[in-house]
């Protein structure tokens, strides 16, 4: 079945970098196209990053352009989020996402924080 393991969250000071991964089983992961999202306590979901097959990036919003990266590694089945010049806006939990029949990993916590 089809399952998404996120990993990397934790606590970072203002300014800091963090390295989520999402580990995928279960399916081709090259075929799909992978999506982050995150949501802070008493927000809704948002959407961060979305990433197609073959690396093409289709979307990420203002608030992180420029500070985050959305990578994929096709060959380990692994998708990533490389987040820096943190700010404690960015804290949340983070959820990697497949639309293609709405498969969500169970979340990974980051804190930035001084």
């Known amino acids: 079945q089809v399952q998404l393991v996120e990993s990397g969250g934790g606590v970072a000071p203002p300014g800091g970098s963090l390295n989520l991964s999402c580990a995928a089983s279960?399916?081709?992961?090259?075929?799909?196209?992978m999506t982050w999202y995150r949501q802070a306590q008493g927000n809704e979901r948002e959407l961060v990053a979305s990433i197609l097959a073959r690396s093409e990036v289709i979307y990420l919003p203002d608030s992180v352009k420029g500070r985050f990266t959305v990578s994929r590694d096709d060959a380990k089945d692994t998708l990533y989020l490389q987040m820096n010049n943190l700010k404690p806006e960015d804290s949340a939990v983070y959820y990697c996402y497949r639309p293609a029949g709405s498969y969500w990993g169970q979340g990974t916590q980051v804190i930035v924080s001084s």
């Open positions: 279960g399916f081709d992961f090259s075929k799909y196209q």
